[in-house]
């Protein structure tokens, strides 16, 4: 009975290993029937999938395992050469009031690290990106004078590494920096200004690392579409010193100078020319008549408050230095020009008053000193009137209108002796030779206020010399 069963069992065995032989089978010849359907030849040897074989990694085809990349290549050797070139890509912009640009540039560095070489049969390079620079050692450059910079991240860190057979490396990434410009405005908007970015190691004194560039002034390259609104570009140019820091000593520094070129066009239109017409609008008050006080007044005070809101515009998009710029000098003149036409008819119009002010006098005392000689002394006459009446003889009239009393007849009266009528003769020449005082005394002290209507007269030829002047001084000076 033992027997049976264990009989029983390896025909089970058997049974179940022939039923697995046939699936295997069946399966085999499934997979032969698909490739052939799309195209693989019907052959006895297996497909070999290539994307599944194990090749060499990177890390150990450099040996970055092998090597601690924290030190520099050739530590407490020479120091180690790096060359940079730099490609502009585009100046972004310049602000006077932060004082300041900003640049995107390509920034190479190129070196020779042997912990890198690797055994190559074409002499070809290999190319990585970013995420091999954290591994291995790469020159710690950084911009002085810096305010903002970033590496570009868009669609990944454009970051570049090529590493040659022989151990030479080439690290380029792409940065947009913002660092600071010492500007002069003195001479502005007739300005022009030199900007300067400079590169540095941070750690590395030049006892570590040397810093050169690579080709000299051709390591500076710039794209010739590279413009901006306000600026002309005039040129670029590289240079390189040793800058000392007490605490750390002596560093290697690399300089990109680019020198810059105002426009003046955009000034002229916007500051210059309305500045112009101000001054000369401020002129028309002189052909307006002096007794026309809301036209001139009004128009005086016009030009100034223009003048003012210019002044006002042109510094609010200027940094608050503390000395004075040519713009500044220019609209300040044209201001005080502008001031000096209102101040103008201000003295015009005081002295129209004083004048109308002693003429009223003088009519006064005129008529009381007439009335007073009336009551003193008087000439029977009828001059052709058909009643007898008296004529009063007053400084106030001119030799020829007594004389013209010749011309008159005398009424029948009552005859006078002889020596009163001397006297009358002799009163009458005397009263006429004060006469002809009194008026040159009043013509030698009141000449220039009878006269106020030459001010204007003489501001019409002074003012538009004087400003002529100016501006030719002006623009032989800061052109």
């Not at 954290?134 to 570049?160: A, C, G, L, Q, Y």
């Not at 307006?288 to 005086?300: Q, T």
């Not at 609209?331 to 502008?338: D, G, K, R, T």
Request: proline share 4%.
């Amino acid at each position: 009975m033992p027997y049976i069963k264990l009989l029983f069992l390896l025909f089970c065995l058997i049974l179940i290993g022939e039923c697995r032989k046939h699936k295997s089978r069946k399966r085999r010849w499934s997979g032969a029937v698909e490739s052939y359907k799309h195209g693989a030849p019907l052959t006895g040897k297996r497909m070999v999938d290539n994307t599944k074989s194990r090749k060499l990694k990177t890390d150990n085809l450099l040996r970055v395992d092998d090597h601690d990349f924290t030190m520099r290549p050739a530590f407490a050797g020479p120091a180690v050469p790096v060359g940079v070139d730099v490609q502009v890509e585009s100046l972004d912009s310049i602000s006077e009031v932060d004082m300041d640009f900003t640049m995107t540039l390509y920034l190479r560095h190129y070196w020779k690290d042997e912990r890198l070489s690797f055994p190559s049969t074409t002499n070809k390079s290999m190319t990585f990106d970013g995420r091999l620079v954290k591994k291995i050692w790469v020159p710690d450059v950084f911009f002085v004078h810096s305010k903002r910079s970033f590496i570009h991240d868009t669609t990944t860190e454009n970051i570049m590494l090529r590493v040659f057979p022989d151990g030479h490396v080439l690290y380029s990434l792409r940065v947009t920096v913002t660092a600071a410009c010492n500007m002069d405005f003195s001479r502005f908007p007739l300005d022009s200004q030199t900007c300067t970015l400079e590169l540095e190691s941070y750690a590395y004194t030049d006892e570590d690392l040397m810093l050169y560039w690579k080709s000299g002034d051709e390591s500076l390259s710039t794209d010739d579409r590279i413009s901006l609104s306000q600026f002309l570009i005039q040129k670029f140019h590289t240079t390189s010193r040793l800058a000392f820091y007490s605490s750390t000593g002596w560093y290697n520094r690399l300089y990109i100078n680019f020198t810059l070129r105002r426009h003046i066009f955009f000034f002229l239109l916007q500051t210059y020319f309305p500045a112009t017409l101000m001054v000369m609008l401020s002129w028309v008050s002189f052909w307006i008549d002096r007794r026309a006080v809301p036209a001139r007044v009004s128009l005086g005070i016009t030009t100034v408050l223009t003048m003012s809101t210019i002044i006002t515009g042109v510094n609010a998009s200027m940094p608050r230095v503390s000395y004075i710029k040519a713009v500044d000098i220019y609209l300040w003149v044209s201001f005080v020009f502008v001031f000096l036409s209102v101040l103008e008819y201000a003295a015009v119009n005081y002295l129209t008053t004083l004048r109308d002010g002693k003429d009223r006098k003088l009519r006064e005392k005129a008529r009381e000193q007439s009335l007073g000689l009336a009551r003193e002394q008087s000439l029977p006459c009828t001059c052709g009137m058909s009643h007898t009446g008296t004529m009063m003889v007053d400084g106030t009239y001119s030799e020829s209108d007594t004389n013209s009393l010749a011309g008159y007849t005398r009424a029948p009266a009552p005859e006078d002796p002889p020596e009163k009528q001397e006297r009358m003769v002799v009163h009458i020449s005397l009263d006429n030779e004060s006469s002809a005082t009194k008026k040159k005394t009043r013509f030698r002290s009141f000449s220039f206020m009878q006269n106020t209507h030459a001010i204007d007269t003489y501001s019409r030829m002074i003012f538009p010399g004087s400003y002529i002047i100016f501006n030719l001084i002006y623009w032989s000076v800061y052109c």
